[in-house]
Nanobody, 128 residues
Framework: QGRLVESGGGSVQAGESLTLSCTAS??????????VAWFRQARGKEREGVAA????????NYADAVDGRFDVSQNHIEGTVSLQMYNLKIEDTAKYYC???????????????????WGQGTQVTVSS
């Protein structure tokens, strides 16, 4: 019943990798149909959807800016949803948030208003 909690943020060089984790056991339990998503917000910019995972089907969605570089997955035992980020770019610098709601993600996954629960965020900074 606790708030979603993100971890794993940090500072890396462009081209390196980083993995974020979201504690979300309420949504990753077996046979639970939920959508767990990652959003990010850079300074001076609006919050944008990065990736989303329908926990029952395993179907994932990605923003065009990260498609092919980011991978979202879940671990039912650990009760977590991870965001693996590869070949990070300077423009990936942002505070990353985990969000979740019941039901599959669908085509509206990138709308922040879809989600009922949010984490506190974790900062990712990519430098040259």
């Amino acid at each position: 019943q606790g708030r979603l909690v993100e971890s794993g943020g940090g500072s890396v060089q462009a081209g390196e990798s980083l993995t974020l984790s979201c504690t979300a056991s309420k949504y990753t339990a077996i046979n639970v149909n939920a959508c767990v998503a990652w959003f990010r917000q850079a300074r001076g910019k609006e919050r944008e959807g990065v990736a989303a995972l329908s926990t029952l089907s395993g179907i994932a969605n990605y923003a065009d800016a990260v498609d092919g570089r980011f991978d979202v997955s879940q671990n039912h035992i650990e009760g977590t949803v991870s965001l693996q980020m590869y070949n990070l770019k300077i423009e990936d610098t942002a505070k990353y948030y985990c969000a979740a709601t019941r039901g599959w993600c669908g085509t509206g996954w990138s709308a922040a208003s879809k989600y009922d629960e949010w984490g506190q965020g974790t900062q990712v900074t990519v430098s040259s």
